[in-house]
């Protein structure tokens, strides 16, 4: 099988490590299907030997979102990629959503792909979405593996409250008399008719792809065992006015100062700092260890600290070396934001609260008591060093 | 300006997550139920546009009969009208629920109070994170649509910006800014951080008690991805090992910060 996968591209030009992830997910979903035999060479490697060997079998294409010359085609390859797509129009420039899905839509045919793969980002999410919408396809958002089985359905592993939970699921991508969406968005469907068994856009089943995200924290970004021979190619989408009509501009301004999501040490705070005067003594302690002031979503809710310090599902994931959280309960959904930090440091008043059973290390006691204590201590080394 | 807010009904998780014993559901009898929070944002955002322009919220829910409490919760907070479809407790997947809130969006537009000219959705609901209702909707309605927005801003006809009402939307991506601009209606979806929702007044609370609920029961359909089964992940517990307690921990704190090479 071929596996088309969405890479995007960071603000350097660069495959961005979410799409990395995407990438090794869309090789190992895509092998998951290879034919078994033993001692079978990695299919892009055969690949690159005998091109006559190209067959559907193991291949993972990309769509990138540039011109050709920008295509980071080494960096591609080192996946696994033999296929890169660079989509290209002149009525289209940055993001644009529904052309985004509408050109994935047009590389389904071109490369022969039975699934779509995305990282779970914004963008991910959102093109997947519009593509599964077009062609009234299933989508299983952040999953954490994938393989095809011999029936033709695919047996996932998904993120159920931001992977506090995991749902084994069976996606199959046509089944029989499925509900689609037939619209075209711009379209007047106002009224309409209620959803029709076969939208006119996608072909009868057999056929429709089955459409993936990636939960970004569930898969390390791993490089191919040998390098693929990859071609680039250009694509440029047949696109409608409405395809164009909702477009990101990026504002000029970025955000300044240290990002939460990429600090090395995370120093959080909770309910247990007891209102928004308590928060200077760790923003001061975050600083002595050149990090990032975090809190949990009672901190947020109750208007203490801005909401773009949450750490949190329905905040910012961090993946520091170091969190020391401080005051925190530990509820599933501030843990679920903080699965990839390296190592946890609670301080707590309560040894049976749940952060407990997820730190690594733990202090019982106030924290109106032990950090004033540790910046003491800190002060003082650092004023002997 | 008549917005609706779509909300889902999703369980009160604290500390841990329980599954029941068949592993279809998570374990909801010790805990009570809540809407995403996305969502209460989406109604506190709903109410304050309002607020400013004048018109309707409605808050709408797919779900169990008992779903409708976090209508009234939502009425609690401002939203004026609940719309509840109503369903036997199964759980519904992306596709269904998009074709039963579209045509409960095309029902009223064919009535006396006309479409709705927003509508709004949580980014993705906290329990099932399929992240494509509110895209969904949007196609099946054709309206234009953007997801996951922290910043929105609705220009109606008497603000001067011409005869149609417009959203400018805009979320941070990537350590930028991404703006969008609308025209209305379109389906738009929100994060929690759009706002800090209030709390509900007490005349609130008593409005939302009184208030009736319009019911449909919406006809469920099957869908290509099915759950097999839920679990807490592995090895997602482990015992803290104890620094000390209070102050006096403090050495072996710094100790175990040399040794992580968080100090410099």
């Excluded at chain 1, 499925?178 to 007047?188: F, I, N, Q």
């Excluded at chain 1, 100062?257 to 090395?264: K, V, Y």
């Excluded at chain 1, 003594?281 to 990090?291: H, K, P, Q």
């Excluded at chain 2, 989406?42 to 607020?51: D, H, L, N």
Aim: charged fraction near 20%.
């Amino acid at each position: 099988m071929t596996v088309l996968c969405l890479v995007e591209l960071d603000a350097g030009g660069a495959v961005a490590d979410a799409s990395l992830r995407a990438l090794t997910f869309s090789r190992e979903l895509a092998a998951s299907a290879a034919p078994e035999a033993p001692g079978t060479r990695p299919m892009s490697h055969r690949a690159a030997l005998n091109p006559s060997d190209v067959t559907s079998d193991g291949l993972v294409a990309a769509a990138v979102f540039a011109p050709e010359a920008e295509v980071p085609a080494a960096a591609l390859a080192a996946y696994g990629v033999t296929d890169a797509y660079a989509v290209e129009s002149d009525q289209m420039s940055g993001y644009v959503p529904l052309a985004w899905a509408r050109a994935l839509a047009g590389l389904i045919t071109v490369s022969s792909a039975t699934a779509v793969v995305a990282a779970a980002t914004d963008h991910g999410n959102e093109v997947i979405a519009h593509l599964a919408a077009i062609l009234g396809a299933s989508m299983a958002a952040n999953c954490a593996s994938a393989a095809r089985a011999a029936d033709g359905t695919y047996r996932l592993v998904r993120h159920r409250w931001a992977g506090s939970l995991l749902e084994d699921a069976v996606l199959d991508a046509s089944p029989p008399g499925s509900p689609t969406s037939p619209a075209r968005p711009g379209s007047p469907a106002l009224p309409a008719s209620p959803a029709s068994p076969a939208s006119p856009e996608s072909p009868a089943s057999p056929g429709l792809p089955a459409l993936l995200t990636v939960a970004v924290d569930a898969v390390a970004a791993t490089p191919a065992a040998e390098a693929a021979a990859i071609a680039v190619d250009d694509f440029r989408p047949e696109l409608a006015d409405e395809d164009l009509a909702v477009r990101a501009t990026e504002s000029a301004e970025r955000a300044g100062g240290m990002s939460l999501a990429t600090a090395r040490v995370v120093v959080g705070g909770g309910r247990g700092v007891g209102g928004p005067e308590g928060f200077g003594a760790l923003e001061e302690l975050a600083g002595l260890l050149g990090g990032a002031l975090g809190v949990s979503r009672v901190v947020t809710s109750q208007g203490w600290r801005p909401h773009k310090q949450q750490v949190g599902q329905t905040g910012t994931r961090i993946s520091p070396e170091l969190y020391l959280a401080c005051g925190i309960s530990g509820a599933i959904q501030h843990m679920a934001g903080c699965l990839s930090a390296k190592h946890i440091v609670a301080v707590n008043t309560d040894p049976d609260a749940p952060i407990i059973a997820h730190a690594d290390y733990a202090v019982i006691g106030d924290l109106n008591q032990v950090i004033p204590a540790l910046l003491t201590a800190l002060r003082a080394r650092s004023g002997l060093s | 300006m008549d917005i609706l807010v779509c909300v889902k009904r999703v369980p009160m998780v604290g500390g841990r997550v329980v599954v029941t014993a068949d592993g279809q559901d998570v374990d909801t009898r010790m805990s009570g139920f809540t809407v995403s929070p996305h969502e209460e944002c989406a109604v506190e955002e709903a109410v304050r546009i309002t607020e400013r322009l004048g018109g309707t919220v409605t808050a709408l829910t797919l779900g169990p009969a008992a779903a409708a409490d976090q209508l009234r919760d939502m009425l609690a907070l401002g939203a004026g009208h609940g719309v509840l479809l109503e369903t036997d407790g199964r759980e519904w997947g992306p596709i269904a629920t998009a074709a039963a809130i579209a045509d409960a969006v095309r029902r009223r537009a064919a009535g006396p109070a006309g479409g709705y000219d927003l509508l709004l959705f949580g980014n993705e609901a906290a329990d099932t994170g399929d992240y494509q209702v509110p895209v969904r909707v949007a196609h099946a309605l054709g309206l234009p649509c953007v997801t996951g927005i922290k910043n929105l801003e609705i220009t109606g006809p008497g603000d001067g910006a011409g005869a149609a009402s417009r959203a400018r939307a805009s979320r941070e991506y990537l350590g930028g800014e991404e703006v969008f601009e609308l025209t209305l209606p379109a389906v738009i979806s929100v994060r929690e951080g759009i706002n800090l929702p209030r709390y509900p007044s007490l005349p609130g609370r008593l409005r939302a008690k009184r208030a009736v609920i319009e019911r449909f029961e919406p006809e469920y359909h099957a869908e290509g991805l099915r759950k097999e089964l839920l679990r807490v992940p592995a090895g997602q517990t482990k015992r803290a090992e104890i620094l000390g307690t209070g102050a006096d921990a403090v050495p072996a704190l710094v100790r175990l910060l040399e040794e992580l090479g968080v100090l410099s």
